[in-house]
């Protein structure tokens, strides 16, 4: 099968990338009294990687600040701790390197291969462009006063071994997926959906064949996918298939915490992004209390002694565990409680918190 390896472009060699400051211990230069994360919040890489863990007993007093704000001057710069979640904009630049002395340290997040996206073939090129100038150009400057960096998997973590990155993993707070009480449909009708983007073309084109015969063998299945309008055609003409553009992170959540959908598709095409990728989508799929079917993967591994369902990549294999999944609606509740367990591990994990030190 062909990979889609942007990382492989000649480009790739001549894109910032993530460094250390000269002198920095991969911690805190001082006792840190606060921590600022900087971000385009809300979004759910601060949710699923900080809030839980800053939240966390013994944890300084933290804030959530919007790159997007120009005037950051009312900030307290003395022994904070500032994390850039992704992007940083000219304000937090000049908030950075106007106070770095008085800075308890500077870290930088990074829960994708922005390298690899940047130089890749599935994402647009307006979208590269704004994710160069709004992650990898920034780094020019930010690579001065860098002491920690955090990568969301060991594979980008490997990627960003000049900066000795630390691996943080998705650590969620139960209320991002746990609903007060399980919802289920009121009929027989089954819901699938796949919900991604315009950057995961080669993904959208891997299910649409297989959704087209999903839904002309059963009649009781409806499809919803969110896409991009890169997508659309793909889509577009199928009976019973929902095409939706993406909402805000808010409304997103907001919704999913509200209705229940019987089965979730996380394939993920073989890429040096995806191998890259983390399991957040473990995340949505127990939030929607849907059986989820996963991609073997670095982010989801292979098949386990438990009742999730992770195959290889393979149109004849999908189709045939989606129509046994909705044939069977017991097999689809074993393997949403599997899933569930998982992401209950993940959340354990936050009461650690986030550790600064060298």
């Known amino acids: 099968m062909p990979r889609h390896d942007g990382l492989l472009s000649p480009l790739a060699r001549y894109l910032p990338f993530p460094r250390l400051r000269p002198g920095a211990t991969g911690g805190a230069r001082r006792p840190v009294k606060r921590i600022v994360v900087f971000g385009r919040h809300p979004n759910p890489s601060s949710d699923y ?157 891997f299910l649409q064949p297989i959704v087209r015969e999903v839904v002309a063998l059963r009649p009781n299945v409806k499809f919803e996918v969110f896409g991009s309008p890169t997508v659309e055609s793909i889509w577009r003409g199928i009976e019973r298939v929902s095409l939706r553009r993406p909402i805000s992170w808010t409304e997103y959540l907001r919704e999913a915490l509200s209705r229940h959908i019987d089965i979730m598709l996380v394939p993920l095409t073989p890429s040096a992004v995806n191998d890259c990728r983390s399991p957040t989508k473990r995340i949505d799929v127990a939030r929607a209390g849907a059986a989820g079917i996963f991609s073997i993967s670095s982010a989801y591994g292979l098949p386990g002694d438990d009742a999730e369902v992770i195959l290889p990549y393979d149109k004849k294999v999908w189709r045939d565990a989606i129509l046994a999944l909705v044939d069977d609606p017991d097999k689809r509740r074993a393997a949403a409680a599997a899933t569930g367990v998982r992401v209950a591990a993940m959340t354990q994990a936050a009461a650690a918190g986030l550790d600064l030190s060298a």
């Open 49 to 205: 990687y900080f809030a839980a863990r800053l939240a966390a007993r013994g944890m300084p007093p933290c804030a959530f600040v919007d790159v997007r704000n120009e005037d950051l001057s009312r900030l307290d710069s003395d022994g904070t701790f500032a994390i850039v979640c992704r992007y940083a904009s000219a304000s937090v630049l000049n908030w950075i390197e106007a106070e770095s002395g008085r800075l308890a340290g500077v870290g930088l997040f990074l829960d994708d291969d922005i390298a690899a996206v940047v130089t890749g073939r599935d994402a647009t090129i307006s979208y590269r462009f704004r994710l160069f100038v709004r992650a990898l150009w920034p780094l020019r400057r930010l690579n001065r006063h860098l002491d920690i960096v955090w990568a969301s998997t060991p594979r980008l973590a490997d990627r960003l071994a000049l900066a000795r990155a630390r691996v943080l993993l998705p650590a969620p707070s139960e209320t991002l997926w746990r609903k007060s009480c399980p919802l289920q449909r009121p009929d027989d009708s089954v819901l699938i959906a796949y919900h991604a983007t315009g950057v995961h073309v080669e993904e959208h084109r």
